[in-house]
């Protein structure tokens, strides 16, 4: 991962944009704290699968659970 501030990216913007397409990730800076970060279009369904993993249990009915959630909007009416 490469960390760039975001006047240098300002700058360079189709250096970077070329980097991100090859597969890489960036994370911009603005007063060196990170404040974004430019990953490819391919990547970026992976990236927020992967930062799902281990969230959910791996003993979930998902038709219960649509199930729940349907009858607390019933009950409103």
Do not use: C, H, W
């Amino acid at each position: 991962m490469t960390i760039v501030n975001s006047t240098e990216l300002q700058n360079n913007f189709g250096k970077f944009l070329e980097f991100v397409q090859n597969g890489n990730d960036i994370v911009i800076t603005r007063n060196g704290k990170p404040v974004a970060r430019l990953i490819s279009n391919e990547r970026s369904v992976s990236f927020l699968s992967d930062s799902l993993v281990g969230v959910l249990q791996n003993d979930y009915d998902d038709k219960e659970i649509k199930n729940e959630r349907m009858s607390k909007y019933e009950s409103a009416y």
